[in-house]
């Protein structure tokens, strides 16, 4: 059960883009389309942004999209805000009714 | 609304055990399964355990089996958290999560504090 790698920070200015990475084993991300991802404001409830690799649930603003290929997902914010400064973190079910999630990523919007 | 309110975090001494609950309302609460996920000061989210929807199967990560059992009164709406022999290690916000489309409604969270 080793944790996701994702970087620690990733930066942008308002109205770029940015991805973030999310690696995993051939386990975990690259065994199944099972990778979510969160945002989450300190202090406050983590929010799903992404699930089963590239779905959106409802409620979560299309500038958000999720990506897969092979063992590393990615998570890709369009048009950057300033309320997207958080952090964002990945998780993937890693088999045997078990999950793992990634270290997690800070995203500052300049 | 839908909504999970945790509690029962506090400080503790090392060795000591603590329970912490989670009251779920808004949902079927017996219908979904639930999870604990934790998050150490300064690191990222860590997966605790999941218990089915009727409470029959239970799985944890290995870093808490052992020490850490997970429960649920679906009766009361209520999902548990017993933790035993606590670890500094063990210090964290513990977050009561609702599986549906994966993780997709989270409490606020308790924090526990393990500190002689």
């Known amino acids: 059960q080793s944790a996701l790698t994702q970087p620690a920070s990733v930066s942008g200015s308002r109205g770029q883009s940015i991805t973030i990475s999310c690696t995993g084993t051939s386990s975990d991300v690259g065994s199944y389309n099972l990778v979510s991802w969160y945002q989450h404001h300190p202090g406050k409830a983590p929010k799903l942004l992404i699930y089963e690799d590239n779905k959106r649930p409802s409620g979560a603003s299309d500038r958000f999209s999720g990506s897969k290929s092979g063992n590393t997902a990615s998570l890709t914010i369009s048009g950057l805000q300033a309320e997207d400064e958080a952090d964002y973190c990945c998780c993937s079910y890693a088999g045997s009714s078990t999950w793992v999630f990634g270290g997690g990523t800070k995203v500052t919007v300049l | 609304q839908v909504q999970l309110v945790e509690s029962g975090g506090g400080v503790v001494q090392p060795g000591r055990s603590l329970r912490l609950s989670c009251a779920a309302s808004?949902?079927?609460?017996?219908?979904?399964?639930m999870h604990w996920v934790r998050q150490a000061p300064g690191k990222g989210l860590e997966w605790v355990a999941i218990?089915?929807?009727?409470?029959?199967?239970?799985y944890y990560a290995d870093s808490v089996k052992g020490r850490f059992t997970i429960s649920r009164d679906n009766s009361k709406n209520t999902l548990y958290l017993q933790i035993n022999s606590l670890r500094a290690e063990d210090t964290a916000v513990y977050y009561c999560?609702?599986?549906?489309?994966?993780?997709?409604?989270w409490g606020q969270g308790t924090m526990v504090t393990v500190s002689s």
């Open positions: 218990i089915s929807f009727d409470g029959g199967s239970k």
């Open positions: 808004g949902f079927t609460f017996s219908s979904n399964a």
């Open positions: 999560v609702r599986e549906e489309d994966a993780f997709d409604i």
